[in-house]
């Protein structure tokens, strides 16, 4: 073989190891600043906790307890709305449990004492009490609008009974309702609902007159209406 023969063997040899090495991973600088993961700011490490929060609705002062989820916000909220009676906030503590699932869903929950309960002032009307609890869910709302850690899209209502009404009418006057949760709500006018509401207990109750008149004097009509079914704690008042 001649010697020029026998360089093109020998670079072509070379050609084919070097075609099925591994190729070289890039060199790093010495110096180069490694890769830096953004360090956890405090609001992205929050505690589940609750903070008291006073606010006005016309003559009204209500005193309630927002409960936030743990993690960073803006959160979701929900509030929360009693039924006829004179309650406090969590529904005088029997609404702690659902409390506790709205937040491990990751909702925050926000729920006051009612007038004259509690540590809120006043005292709602007989003839107006739906609508001054409209109004003071309507001041609610915009108290949780206002705050940063509150996302203003995601403003949800739960309530049963009575709360029923208030929040079907703060519905038809508010654009910032994202969703409602409604519990035993009323599917009838408050005439018929109480008329029907007073019936159903004489007969479960086994009041003789109840009986024997078939409930007829009950009703207006000859018909009766089929029956439808934390770790921190801080206070706010807001102005």
């Given at each position: ?8 063997a020998i670079?072509?040899?070379l ?5 099925c ?8 600088a ?14 992205s ?8 929060i ?11 307890s927002l ?21 406090a906030?969590?529904d ?24 004259g309960?509690?540590a ?23 108290v ?43 599917g ?26 078939g ?15 934390p ?9």
């Amino acid at each position: 073989m001649s010697s020029s023969a026998h360089r093109i063997a020998i670079f072509g040899v070379l050609l084919a190891v070097s075609a099925c090495s591994p190729r070289a991973t890039p060199a790093v600088a010495a110096d180069a600043a490694p890769t830096q993961v953004p360090a956890a700011t405090p609001a992205s490490l929050q505690q589940p906790r609750v903070e008291e929060i006073t606010f006005q609705s016309g003559s009204f002062t209500l005193v309630g307890s927002l409960w936030l989820p743990g993690g960073s916000g803006p959160y979701p909220v929900i509030l929360l709305n009693q039924g006829s009676g004179m309650d406090a906030r969590a529904d005088n503590g029997f609404g702690l449990p659902i409390i506790e699932r709205m937040l491990r869903a990751g909702y925050a929950a926000f729920s006051w004492d009612k007038p004259g309960v509690g540590a809120s002032m006043g005292h709602l009307s007989d003839t107006r009490v739906l609508h001054e609890r409209a109004q003071i869910l309507l001041d609610a709302i915009e108290v949780m609008m206002a705050r940063p850690d509150i996302d203003p899209q995601r403003i949800g209502l739960e309530g049963g009974s009575q709360a029923g009404y208030v929040m079907s009418l703060v519905l038809s006057m508010s654009e910032d309702i994202a969703f409602m949760i409604c519990e035993s709500c009323p599917g009838m006018s408050g005439v018929d609902q109480s008329t029907y509401q007073s019936l159903a207990l004489a007969l479960c109750t086994g009041t003789a007159e109840a009986r024997s008149s078939g409930g007829r004097r009950f009703w207006p009509s000859s018909t009766p209406p089929a029956a439808t079914r934390p770790t921190a704690s801080t206070r706010t008042t807001v102005r």
